[in-house]
């Protein structure tokens, strides 16, 4: 099974940007995906983006679309999540995710918070 490793994560003030980084031990096939995900305390978890390795097509959460980003360089396996115009409501734990849809992911990563204060 591929371990995924994400990166990046801090504390920044409302308004900063910040760039998630995820690394697959393995290689990713191009008809799966690759996603981010979210976790608030006391919330459930919450589609944020993905992008299809293959031909690199995006979707994007709508509390999040137009100020994150997705991207992929398939050379190093690895996914990209830039978030600009950070609100404090972004706050939570994001997680690295792999499979073949947003509903059959198969591996997740160990999660890293991000504190976004006002």
């Known amino acids: 099974q591929v371990q995924l490793v994400e990166s990046g994560g801090g504390l920044v003030q409302a308004e900063d940007s910040l760039r998630l980084s995820c690394t697959a031990s393995a290689r990713i096939g191009n008809t799966y995906l690759m996603a981010w995900f979210r976790q608030a305390p006391g919330q459930e978890r919450e589609f944020v983006a993905a992008i299809n390795w293959g031909v690199g097509s995006t979707d994007y959460g709508d509390s999040v679309k137009g100020r994150f980003t997705i991207s992929r360089d398939n050379a190093k396996n690895t996914m990209y999540l830039q978030m600009n115009s950070l609100k404090p409501e972004d706050t939570a734990v994001y997680y690295c995710?792999?499979?073949?849809?947003?509903?059959?992911?198969?591996?997740w990563g160990q999660g890293t918070q991000v504190t976004v204060s006002s």
């Open positions: 995710a792999v499979g073949v849809s947003i509903a059959a992911i198969y591996s």
